[in-house]
């Protein structure tokens, strides 16, 4: 079995439980805030945003949460999904490493995200929700939400980060095709898009700007509920599938990983993929190196500040504790899409201080580079988000070239590039630009970080 490159799948094999990290921290995660007293906030101040189940997750610290049967019977449109071994990959770059990726690309959507949103989607629907409303950035996560609500007869309405909605047009089509309707954010749908605009007539958009857009939406419908892409824990929770079934996979090829890489923008990918491993590493049942991939031009967790802040740009969510470069913060329109939120996971924010993982950024050129040549080689265009982590892969396995080491490194590919070839032509055509933040805007934005 070690020597095929894949391992075969069986939807026996999906996971029955979803793991939750949080049982297993020597430290509880802080707490949100509600930023006009400063308290904790309880169940009661989300529930005009999330369903009763949904809350429970969030603040849950049970060690697995079953997956419901109604959530598996759509999973296994997809699921499991493969591990590979990138062995053409390996061949390339003459390395000893023996590299894998876990490959999410396969779903209905192309991505990891309807791991989460087919889940969402379910609660939601038992709970007699008619409506969700959500932000998406690359569009990925909206595409997901829009075909989990197709399944359970829910209508989606999704605010897209106006850059997005420029550059990827088939992803805004494919949210329309499941039914959802789409608007570019900013817009002048919300009081708060509009207010961005009245500045900023010409404004891309963020992932926050998006946000407060979502939430404002969906506070207004007392038959509507706002759906969330990463962040915040229930979401993370949702995608450790994608971990739970490498580590049974693995084992089935007789590895253990030396190395496990992901890219990080609000976390969801990263998180879905380490925090299994982090459980058998807390075990001292293995002790691979972790290592989060964050863009350079907008690097929360290398260079942000860990602090109190709000998820959206309008201030309308609780207070989060996180590694945040300020709820105002506007990166430039790298092609990215998924990685351009102002803040990281509060969770992985705090396993990050109590360093359990390490990160690094990387700008785009050396990504979309990665990316060519991992599909002139494994065949598979990967979305620009996880570039990032084959970057990384690639720079490892190189090293492991000079110093002969056999590591073994393992990946989340968790997107296709369809719906981004013109990104690509960007890179190819020697038009990509990288975008290296300067300081004095990362510290303007957090001048306006909240007290808490």
Same mark, same amino acid.
């Given at each position: 079995?070690?020597?095929?490159?894949?391992?075969?799948?069986?939807?026996?094999?999906?996971?029955?439980?979803?793991?939750?990290?949080?049982?297993?921290?020597?430290?509880?995660?802080?707490?949100?805030?509600?930023?006009?007293?400063?308290?904790?906030?309880? =169940?009661?101040?989300?529930?005009?945003?999330?369903?009763?189940?949904?809350?429970?997750?969030?603040?849950?610290?049970?060690?697995?949460?079953?997956?419901?049967?109604?959530?598996?019977?759509?999973?296994?449109?997809?699921?499991?999904?493969?591990?590979?071994?990138?062995?053409?990959?390996?061949?390339?770059?003459?390395?000893?490493?023996?590299?894998?990726?876990?490959?999410?690309?396969?779903?209905?959507?192309?991505?990891?995200? =309807?791991?989460?949103?087919?889940?969402?989607?379910?609660?939601?629907?038992?709970?007699?929700?008619?409506?969700?409303?959500?932000?998406?950035?690359?569009?990925?996560?909206?595409?997901?939400?829009?075909?989990?609500?197709?399944?359970?007869?829910?209508?989606?309405?999704?605010?897209?980060?106006?850059?997005?909605?420029?550059?990827?047009?088939?992803?805004?089509?494919?949210?329309?095709?499941?039914?959802?309707?789409?608007?570019?954010?900013?817009?002048? #749908?919300?009081?708060?898009?509009?207010?961005?605009?009245?500045?900023? !007539? %010409?404004?891309?958009?963020?992932?926050?700007?998006?946000?407060?857009?979502?939430?404002?939406?969906?506070?207004?419908? !007392?038959?509507?509920?706002?759906?969330?892409?990463?962040?915040?824990?229930?979401?993370?929770?949702?995608?450790?599938?994608?971990?739970? /079934?490498?580590?049974?996979?693995?084992?089935?090829?007789?590895?253990?990983?030396?190395?496990?890489?992901?890219? #990080? %923008?609000?976390?969801?990918?990263?998180?879905?993929?380490?925090?299994?491993?982090?459980?058998?590493?807390?075990?001292?049942?293995?002790?691979?190196?972790?290592?989060?991939?964050? +863009?350079?031009?907008? !690097?929360?967790?290398?260079?942000?500040?860990?602090?109190?802040?709000?998820?959206?740009?309008?201030?309308?969510?609780?207070?989060?504790?996180?590694?945040?470069?300020?709820?105002?913060?506007? +990166?430039?329109?790298?092609?990215?899409?998924?990685?351009?939120?102002?803040?990281?996971?509060?969770?992985?924010? @705090?396993?990050?201080?109590?360093?359990?993982?390490?990160?690094?950024?990387?700008?785009?050129?050396?990504?979309?580079?990665?990316?060519?040549?991992?599909?002139?080689?494994?065949?598979?265009?990967?979305?620009? /988000?996880?570039?990032?982590?084959?970057?990384?892969?690639?720079?490892?396995?190189? *090293?492991?070239?000079?110093?002969?080491? /056999?590591?073994?490194?393992?990946?989340?590919?968790?997107?296709?590039? @369809?719906?981004?070839?013109?990104?690509?032509?960007?890179?190819?055509?020697?038009?990509? /630009?990288?975008? =290296?933040?300067?300081?004095? *805007?990362?510290?303007?934005?957090?001048?306006?970080?909240?007290?808490?």
């Amino acid at each position: 079995m070690a020597e095929a490159t894949r391992i075969l799948l069986d939807e026996s094999r999906i996971p029955h439980n979803w793991y939750n990290i949080v049982a297993d921290l020597p430290v509880p995660p802080p707490p949100f805030l509600n930023p006009a007293t400063s308290r904790p906030v309880g =169940p009661d101040d989300l529930a005009s945003l999330f369903p009763a189940e949904l809350i429970a997750q969030e603040a849950g610290a049970e060690r697995y949460v079953p997956i419901p049967p109604g959530v598996r019977d759509v999973y296994r449109l997809w699921r499991p999904t493969p591990l590979i071994r990138a062995r053409r990959l390996e061949r390339a770059l003459g390395t000893p490493a023996r590299i894998y990726y876990k490959y999410e690309g396969g779903s209905p959507s192309g991505s990891h995200k =309807p791991n989460t949103a087919v889940a969402q989607a379910y609660y939601n629907a038992r709970e007699g929700v008619g409506r969700l409303v959500t932000e998406t950035g690359a569009g990925q996560w909206g595409s997901a939400l829009a075909f989990a609500c197709a399944q359970y007869d829910l209508e989606c309405e999704v605010w897209m980060v106006r850059a997005s909605y420029d550059q990827k047009p088939g992803r805004r089509s494919l949210m329309r095709l499941y039914g959802a309707t789409v608007h570019a954010s900013p817009s002048a #749908a919300t009081a708060s898009g509009a207010a961005v605009l009245a500045g900023d !007539p %010409g404004s891309p958009g963020s992932l926050g700007i998006a946000i407060s857009e979502a939430v404002e939406a969906a506070a207004a419908d !007392p038959g509507a509920r706002y759906a969330l892409g990463s962040v915040l824990n229930h979401v993370l929770l949702h995608q450790t599938v994608i971990g739970e /079934e490498a580590i049974e996979q693995m084992a089935a090829f007789g590895e253990t990983p030396d190395m496990i890489v992901g890219c #990080a %923008g609000g976390g969801s990918n990263f998180a879905g993929l380490v925090f299994p491993f982090l459980r058998e590493k807390l075990a001292g049942r293995m002790s691979p190196v972790i290592r989060a991939v964050e +863009p350079e031009a907008c !690097p929360s967790l290398t260079r942000g500040t860990y602090a109190y802040d709000f998820g959206d740009a309008a201030g309308l969510t609780p207070l989060m504790k996180m590694h945040t470069l300020g709820h105002g913060f506007v +990166p430039d329109p790298i092609h990215a899409g998924g990685l351009r939120y102002h803040g990281m996971s509060p969770l992985l924010s @705090h396993l990050y201080e109590l360093g359990m993982f390490d990160a690094v950024a990387k700008g785009q050129r050396e990504c979309f580079a990665a990316g060519r040549r991992f599909a002139g080689t494994e065949g598979i265009v990967p979305a620009p /988000e996880p570039t990032h982590a084959l970057a990384e892969v690639i720079s490892e396995a190189l *090293r492991c070239r000079e110093t002969g080491e /056999e590591k073994v490194l393992l990946t989340a590919l968790c997107g296709h590039g @369809h719906f981004d070839l013109s990104a690509y032509d960007g890179h190819l055509s020697g038009e990509m /630009e990288d975008f =290296p933040l300067p300081q004095e *805007r990362i510290d303007a934005a957090l001048a306006a970080l909240p007290a808490p």
